[in-house]
């Protein structure tokens, strides 16, 4: 295999990986010796010079990497991003909603034991939840359930992915007093 199709694949695999690889892995995939390997490595790393990205070794592993010198720039694209992440409340929410989904407002306010109409709202316009239905019950309440931007966001393939939930602790009886 030619040197610059090698580096193009050491490329590939760094991007997709996004974390560092050992050489011995990229080794195995290119399916080439390690010495070959480091030629390709290093090929990348002087074609990646002057440019937005470097490689990084770590030991014997290797990484793409944001150029320090470019960050200011990367934060002020993603800063806003950061600012619009989920508060403690809408997490709980969602978190009500995804376990017991298909779940009404009324049900997540129960486990939760508060109003919760602004994280639902707040979940809804951001695509994370959605209505699914209508409850069978007096009033036919909305019925919430997860969407496949929560799962994006959560890096889940699928609701069985979702961690177990934790045995509940029993409570303490308080010691009784003659």
């Known amino acids: 295999m030619e040197r610059e199709k090698a580096a193009a694949i050491v490329e590939a695999i760094l991007f997709v990986a996004g974390e560092p690889v050992a050489l011995g892995d990229l080794a195995r995939a290119l399916e080439l010796g390690e010495l070959e390997t480091m030629a390709a490595v290093e090929a990348l790393e002087r074609d990646l010079e002057g440019r937005g990205i470097a490689l ?45 989904q298909p779940a009404t407002r009324g049900e997540v306010e129960q486990v939760r034991g508060v109003k919760c109409d602004y994280s639902i709202q707040s979940l809804l316009s951001k695509g994370l939840i959605r209505e699914v239905g209508r409850k069978e019950a007096l009033g036919r309440p909305i019925l919430y359930g997860t969407t496949d931007r929560f799962l994006e966001h959560f890096g889940l393939s699928d609701l069985r992915d979702l961690p177990p ?4 602790a029993p409570r303490a009886e308080p010691p009784l007093t003659p």
Do not use: F, M
Request: hydrophobic share 40%; no cysteine.
């Open 56 to 100: 990084k070794r770590y030991g014997d592993h290797v990484r793409l990497e944001t150029r320090a010198v470019y960050a200011p720039y990367v934060e002020r694209l993603l800063q806003p991003v950061q600012r619009q992440s989920l508060s403690q409340a809408a997490l709980e929410t969602l978190a009500v909603i995804a376990y017991r």
């Open 165 to 168: 939930l934790p045995e509940a």
